[in-house]
């Protein structure tokens, strides 16, 4: 369509079944006040199962054109029905170990870089903040998987966690909890957990697989590693590579990749407690 110049906002309010794109296609010559717009849903080869005479609904859709982005995108914001209404939080401050450390990272250099950050961080807290978040990130897992503490953290992350809240600091921690190593105890005693066909070429790690969380013991075992990881002392989870979850394959139940993913992130906040931070 037409729009007087400044910039468009295509979204989807709620995805509840296939994965969905935006394309905005570049004007052409003849034509430099228009510009094409395709929406698109599904094209995986998945399907839902109808019984005879009933319908399925399409994505909903929101696209608007103006020249006040801002604006536009909190229109579409107030369009998501699941979104939670606006509520003011302050920032915390603290440090995170991967943009140091990368995959390295052990339980020594997270308490000395804690102590660190605490000299050159604590005088700029807030007054309504009244600890630093020091966040362990990728390399304390014994594997993509497998979620528990290796030899780098001699007394596993509740040691670090402990550690941490007896210096007035919260912790947190960095997981991928869709993604499988295939050469992990779990992979290879449990191939039924996985999707079947579903397949992430991480640039490091190589293709893993994704844990298909429709599948009754793949969720408990989601639940088990949610909730252990909360009770080592662990309320905020940075939770990763979570689009994994979304790609089609063979589920122990039929759905669609969009709401598998649906499913896992109703496993994962339940399982991690409404006062943990996700």
Not at 29 to 55: F, I, N, P, R, T
Not at 244 to 256: C, D, L
Request: glycine share 12%; net charge negative.
């Amino acid at each position: 369509g037409s729009q007087e110049g400044g910039a468009l906002v295509a979204g989807v309010g709620e995805v509840l079944r296939w994965r969905s794109w935006i394309q905005v296609t570049t004007p052409s010559s003849s034509a430099k006040d228009e510009v094409g717009v395709v929406l698109g849903c599904g094209g995986a080869g998945e399907g839902v199962s109808l019984a005879a005479g009933e319908s399925v609904d399409s994505e909903v859709w929101f696209v608007a054109a103006g020249t006040d982005v801002h604006a536009l995108q909190r229109a579409y914001a107030a369009q998501i029905v699941t979104r939670e209404k606006e509520t003011k939080v302050e920032a915390e401050l603290g440090w995170n170990s991967w943009y140091d450390l990368w995959d390295k990272v052990s339980a020594a250099d997270v308490l000395d870089n804690a102590s660190i950050a605490a000299g050159i961080l604590t005088p700029h807290l807030p007054e309504s903040v009244d600890h630093l978040r020091i966040v362990v990130d990728d390399g304390w897992q014994e594997a993509w998987g497998m979620w528990t503490p290796n030899d780098k953290f001699p007394n596993g992350l509740i040691g670090v966690a402990e550690t941490l809240a007896a210096d007035n600091m919260k912790a947190g921690v960095w997981l991928a909890p869709l993604l499988v190593g295939p050469g992990t105890t779990l992979a290879q005693e449990h191939p039924e957990w996985l999707v079947q066909g579903a397949e992430f070429g991480h640039p490091v790690h190589g293709g893993l697989k994704v844990l298909d969380v429709t599948h009754p013991e793949a969720a408990a075992h989601l639940t088990n590693v949610i909730q252990t990881i909360v009770g080592w002392g662990y309320d905020l989870l940075k939770i990763d590579f979570l689009f994994a979850g979304t790609f089609p394959g063979g589920r122990h139940e039929n759905m669609t990749g969009m709401q598998a993913y649906k499913l896992a992130m109703e496993i994962i906040r339940e399982a991690a407690g409404d006062d943990t931070i996700l």
